[in-house]
């Protein structure tokens, strides 16, 4: 998750970097986090694929 960190530290507009991290705070349990940056993904890029399948519950 290090790098994910980094990444968006040096650009918060990759939705790739927020999908990705997102991912990583679900698989440790911390939903609330999660949460923000799969929104976050969203906001950055509404047609980012992976986040429209897994908002609707694919």
Not at 18 to 26: D, E, L, M, Q, T
Not at 41 to 58: E, Y
């Amino acid at each position: 998750m290090g790098q994910l960190d980094r990444a968006l530290t040096v650009n918060a507009t990759l939705s790739e970097a927020c999908y990705g991290r997102s991912n990583a705070y679900r698989s440790l349990g911390d939903l609330d986090k999660a949460i923000t940056d799969f929104n976050q993904a969203l906001r950055i890029d509404p047609n980012h694929c992976q986040c429209v399948v897994r908002q609707c519950g694919q």
